[in-house]
């Protein structure tokens, strides 16, 4: 199983920046894919971005641009660099791990809120 904790949500103005930050824990395949999903109140939950264990991202098209997912593989981490946001930006955050061995597996997320 795959253990995953988010942090770094919060407030911000529009216009404003965030990090989020994701540690996995646990029996990390490290042929994986992990990535952040969000979602709003009312929507159903969306991609975001997700990068491979070769450092291949994949974006949607609301965020290319603004956000940019990072990993570190030594430290079981990843990241997503939120610049821009606006407040259709505003949503809970999931931090997702993908592979062939444990599935899927999902953090309890945190929660952005763009707001003046």
């Known amino acids: 199983q795959v253990q995953l904790v988010e942090s770094g949500g919060g407030l911000v103005q529009p216009g404003g920046s965030l990090r989020l930050s994701c540690a996995a824990s646990?029996?990390?395949?490290?042929?994986?894919?992990m990535g952040w999903y969000r979602q709003a109140p009312g929507k159903e939950r969306e991609l975001v971005a997700t990068i491979s264990n070769l450092d291949y991202t994949k974006y949607t098209d609301s965020v290319k641009g603004r956000f940019t997912i990072s990993r570190d593989n030594a430290q079981n981490m990843v990241y997503l660099q939120m610049n821009s946001l606006n407040p259709d930006d505003t949503a809970v955050y999931y931090c997702?791990?993908?592979?062939?061995?444990?599935?899927?597996?999902w953090g309890h997320g945190t929660q952005v809120t763009v707001s003046s």
């Open positions: 646990g029996s990390i395949f490290r042929f994986n894919v």
């Open positions: 997702y791990e993908s592979d062939r061995y444990n599935g899927d597996s």
